[in-house]
Nanobody, 115 residues
Framework: VQLQASGGGLVQPGGSLRLSCAASGRLSSFNVMGWYRQAPGKERVLVATITSGGSPNYADSVKGRFTISRDNAKNTVFLQMNSLKPEDTAVYYC??????????WGQGTLVTVSS
């Protein structure tokens, strides 16, 4: 299974972007899907996760601004990002974990928040 992330780009502070992560196989193969990000010179950190049952979890830094969702029929996970701040600038990575704890990463998509 491969994960393909897309939707990054340049946006002004206060703007919005929606990231997509398309799985080449069945999304239901993953019990947890998530988004991580890595800012320049920093470690990769968790942004949000969603279980196969649809339960989301968010990092404190994005609560109330970001929304993660999944469409199993389209084998795609989304990250809706609103009220973006310069500190949200990072490469965003899609991640999937199977019930046997196998881990899959997408290739990353760059989000730049700047005026």
């Amino acid at each position: 299974v491969q994960l393909q992330a897309s939707g990054g780009g340049l946006v002004q502070p206060g703007g919005s972007l929606r990231l997509s992560c398309a799985a080449s196989g069945r999304l239901s193969s993953f019990n947890v899907m998530g988004w991580y990000r890595q800012a320049p010179g920093k470690e990769r950190v968790l942004v949000a996760t969603i279980t196969s049952g649809g339960s989301p979890n968010y990092a404190d830094s994005v609560k109330g601004r970001f929304t993660i969702s999944r469409d199993n029929a389209k084998n795609t996970v989304f990250l809706q990002m609103n009220s973006l701040k310069p500190e949200d600038t990072a490469v965003y990575y899609c991640h999937g974990r199977t019930p046997t704890y196998s881990s899959y990463w997408g290739q990353g998509t760059l989000v730049t928040v700047s005026s």
